[in-house]
């Protein structure tokens, strides 16, 4: 199986992109996807994103990417987490 690249990312790459990290991983392993994870700053993302296959963000995006993105504020909120569990799982098949 092919190993995909995520880039999680928050406003200072330290607080909520740690909650989101946790919560990617879970749901990657729990959905038999291989993939590394890598926790940045968005001020990082436009840098990094080759050889990303998704960037997930919890903060408003200051460009635009190559790569699929994913909003992932409902991790933080609470609601519809399960929304966007699926978002990111289908934007990895």
């Known amino acids: 199986m092919e190993k995909k690249k995520v880039l999680v990312a928050c406003g200072a790459g330290i607080a909520t992109s740690t909650v989101v990290t946790n919560r990617v991983e879970r749901i990657l392993k729990?959905?038999?996807?291989?993939?590394?994870?890598?926790?940045?700053k968005i001020s990082e993302a436009k840098g990094k994103q080759k050889g990303a296959d998704l960037l997930v963000s919890t903060t408003i995006l200051p460009t635009t990417y190559d790569i699929p993105v994913v909003i992932a504020v409902s991790y933080i909120s609470g609601i519809n987490q399960e929304g966007t569990d699926k978002k990111i799982i289908d934007a990895l098949k």
């Open 30 to 40: 729990e959905n038999g996807i291989n993939a590394e994870i890598e926790q940045i």
